[in-house]
């Protein structure tokens, strides 16, 4: 068994250099309220795995630099993309203004989701994942291109934001 420690996992200096090299999906993860830093960290290590264009952090959202953050990201704070908005609204307005047929994908339970692996994963694409405990806004529902959710077959009734995201994203993956 490899047994890997964060100096292992994060070798490099991030350097403006070596971001622009990276080539970039057309995949931005907006947080529309997680609360969570260790998840905040951690969607920062899948939005690396998946090399997305950018993280979206909306509303009480905490930012880098954080200890936790930075903890729980192993340092993919400095090798991603990042922005603060507002409101996640105000996140898929502005992509929407410059990036061409974005579509929106909320992962959330609710009566108008689907099962996330009969979903349309065209990029350009914007997830959205909501507040651990209040999920996804309503308007953030309303604006959406399609809900998806992760059928649960056991007594637990949810996954992990940072679970529901690397399932979805990982499934974004392997359609495109």
């Known amino acids: 068994m490899i047994k890997l420690g964060a100096a292992d996992l994060r070798t490099t200096k991030s350097t403006e250099k070596k971001r622009k090299q990276i ?6 993860i907006i947080l529309d309220n ?8 951690s969607i920062f290590r899948l939005a690396d795995a998946v090399s997305a264009e950018k993280v979206i952090l909306c509303g009480e959202t905490e930012t880098p630099p954080h200890t936790r953050i930075k903890k729980a990201s192993i340092n993919t704070t400095e090798w991603v993309a990042w922005e603060y908005a507002e409101t996640a609204v105000e996140a898929i307005n502005n992509l929407q203004l410059t990036v061409n047929n974005l579509r929106v994908i909320v992962i959330e339970q609710d009566k108008k989701s ?7 994963y ?6 959205v994942v909501g507040n651990e405990t209040t999920g996804a ?7 959406s291109d399609q809900i998806v ?21 990982f499934k974004v993956m392997e359609s495109s």
């Open 137 to 143: 806004s309503k308007e953030v529902l309303e604006m």
């Open 149 to 169: 959710e992760i059928p649960m077959r056991g007594v637990n009734k949810s996954l992990n934001v940072v679970v529901s995201l690397g399932i979805v994203l």
């Open 114 to 120: 689907i099962p996330y692996d009969k979903a349309n």
């Open 122 to 127: 065209k990029l350009p694409i914007a997830l």
């Open 34 to 41: 997680v609360m969570d830093t260790y998840n905040i960290g």
């Open 23 to 28: 080539k970039k999906n057309p995949i931005y």
